[in-house]
T-cell receptor, first 115, second 112 residues
Framework: GAGVSQSPSNKVTEKGKDVELRCDPISGHTALYWYRQRLGQGLEFLIYFQGNSAPDKSGLPSDRFSAERTGESVSTLTIQRTQQEDSAVYLC?????????????FGPGTRLTVL | DQQVKQNSPSLSVQEGRISILNCDYT??????FLWYKKYPAEGPTFLIS?????DKNEDGRFTVFLNKSAKHLSLHIVPSQPGDSAVYFCAASSNTGNQFYFGTGTSLTVIP
């Protein structure tokens, strides 16, 4: 399978707990994006990686959110002290070279539910 | 601040007829536009794109029209097929930024 994969597919957690969401991009894709989609809303940009660096973190909604990428491959999005408003589908996408005019390939998403 | 808007949350069309999905944007710096299609429990998949130097791009049954003066684009699907039933997202970007801005999506139902 050469597509973007994400794990877990579903995560239910209690308010106040930390969660880690994983993204495995397509091999060779240097750019990686995280988005969030709340119920009934569009895709909300969170963060963009070029290689292992994150030149644009402007979409992270609070300091409870952080992300890292290693080996120009896998990325982890961490949400600390989760709140109910963090409940959403978290989508990861990757693209070749990161040029904006390159198509982004999306993973299936992780559905996070905070009780 | 929603820079890309899809004002119709849903649309129903008879099989064989034309589906027209609309998208409006506010940022005049946007110069590249895409449509993504999303089935339930799957990530969005790229459908078609258009650069601001064009006003039309066609790929099989799918055509995207861009009206820069109106800051409006539309996706036409003809003839519509039941397998086209999905949520369609419009997205826009500029060459000065690092991200795509997505609309809220339009859920298309093609009735057999």
């Amino acid at each position: 399978g050469a597509g973007v994969s994400q794990s877990p597919s579903n995560k239910v957690t209690e308010k106040g707990k930390d969660v880690e969401l994983r993204c495995d991009p397509i091999s060779g894709h240097t750019a990686l994006y995280w988005y969030r989609q709340r119920l009934g809303q569009g895709l909300e940009f969170l963060i963009y990686f070029q290689g292992n660096s994150a030149p644009d973190k402007s979409g992270l909604p609070s300091d409870r959110f952080s992300a890292e990428r290693t080996g120009e491959s896998v990325s982890t999005l961490t949400i600390q002290r989760t709140q109910q408003e963090d409940s959403a589908v978290y989508l990861c996408a990757s693209s070749f070279q990161g040029a904006l005019h390159n198509e982004q390939f999306f993973g299936p998403g992780t559905r996070l539910t905070v009780l | 601040d929603q820079q890309v808007k899809q004002n119709s949350p849903s649309l129903s069309v008879q099989e064989g007829r034309i589906s027209i999905l609309n998208c409006d944007y506010t940022n005049s710096m946007f110069d590249y536009f895409l449509w993504y299609k999303k089935y339930p429990a799957e990530g969005p998949t790229f459908l078609i794109s258009i650069s601001s130097i064009k006003d039309k791009n066609e790929d099989g049954r799918f055509t995207v029209f861009l009206n820069k003066s109106a800051k409006h684009l539309s996706l036409h699907i003809v003839p519509s097929q039941p397998g086209d039933s999905a949520v369609y997202f419009c997205a826009a970007s500029s060459n000065t930024g690092n991200q795509f801005y997505f609309g809220t999506g339009t859920s298309l139902t093609v009735i057999p």
